[in-house]
Structure formats: structure tokens, C-alpha cells
């Protein structure tokens, strides 16, 4: 085997230091400068795009609070329509109960009307045909019906009515 031969180590350890540096010489000015590059491009790209994540984040936490802003604005809105429309309605509420109770008491005040009306003829149909019977009754027990049976007759409803 050359490589364990002790004649030629010299030879090798100049080849293999010459090898070394030319690697090393490859690397440092070629390679290692491409994959830097490429390592400082990714880093960059990768900061950029932490930037815009960290913008658009800013960007939706903004729009987030102009649609809360937004939905707190109309549901204002909508409680001020509320509150309008609940007061117009109860306006119209009073007016109507206020219209029903002015009808009720006319009708009311009709009713008590007609029935005083209904009682004042009862009354008087009561009175007449209390005289008519007291009279046929007297008659027929053959007595003679004047003028004491409408007093009669007028002071005992007076008092049944009173």
C-alpha cells in the first residue's frame, strides 16, 4: 500500500496541505459567500414577511375596532329608533285611551240616562196600574173609586220606593 510507504509522506502531506488550502480557498471565496448571501436573503425575507404579519395584524386589530366602533354606532342608532317609534307609539296609546274613556262616559252618562228614563216610566206604569187595579178592586167589592185611591196608591209607592 503507497500510503503506508514512509518515502512517500512528504509527498502526501504536501498534497494534502495543497488540497486543504485549495478546499479551503473554494470554499471561503466562492461557496461560502453564496450560501451567505442566500442565509442573509432568507433572514431578510423572513424579517419582511414578520413586518407585514405584524402590519396586517395592526391593520385587523384597527378594522376589528372600527367594526366594533361601527356596531356599537348602530346599535346607538337603533335604540335611539326604538326609543322614537316607543314614544310615538305611546302618544298614540294615550290619545286613544284618552278617545275610549271620553266614549265610555258618554255612553255611560247615556246609559244612566235611559235608565233613569226606564225607571221613570216604570214608576209611572207602576203608579197607573197600581190605580187600575186598586179601582177594579174596589169596584168589585162594589165601592165607589175617587180621588182617595191616587193618594193612596202615590202614598204607598213613595214609600216603597223610598
Not at 423572513?46 to 395584524?57: Q, S
Not at 197600581?130 to 191616587?150: K, T
Amino acid at each position: 500500500m503507497p500510503q503506508l510507504d514512509f518515502a512517500t509522506f512528504g509527498n502526501q502531506i504536501f498534497w494534502l496541505l495543497v488540497a486543504l488550502a485549495l478546499i479551503y480557498f473554494i470554499l471561503s471565496r466562492v461557496a461560502l459567500p453564496r450560501i451567505g448571501r442566500i442565509l442573509g436573503d432568507r433572514q431578510g425575507l423572513m424579517t419582511a414577511d414578520l413586518a407585514a404579519a405584524e402590519d396586517f395584524k395592526r391593520k385587523a386589530r384597527e378594522a376589528e375596532a372600527a367594526y366594533e366602533k361601527a356596531l356599537a354606532d348602530a346599535r346607538a342608532e337603533a335604540n335611539k329608533i326604538v326609543a322614537a317609534n316607543k314614544a310615538e307609539i305611546d302618544a298614540e296609546l294615550k290619545t286613544a285611551i284618552a278617545r275610549a274613556d271620553a266614549e265610555i262616559a258618554a255612553r255611560t252618562q247615556e246609559s244612566e240616562r235611559r235608565i233613569a228614563e226606564i225607571r221613570q216610566s216604570a214608576a209611572s206604569d207602576a203608579r197607573t196600574v197600581a190605580r187600575d187595579v186598586a179601582a177594579e178592586l174596589v169596584r168589585a167589592f162594589g165601592g165607589n173609586a175617587d180621588g182617595a185611591i191616587d193618594q193612596a196608591v202615590d202614598a204607598r209607592i213613595k214609600g216603597a220606593v223610598l
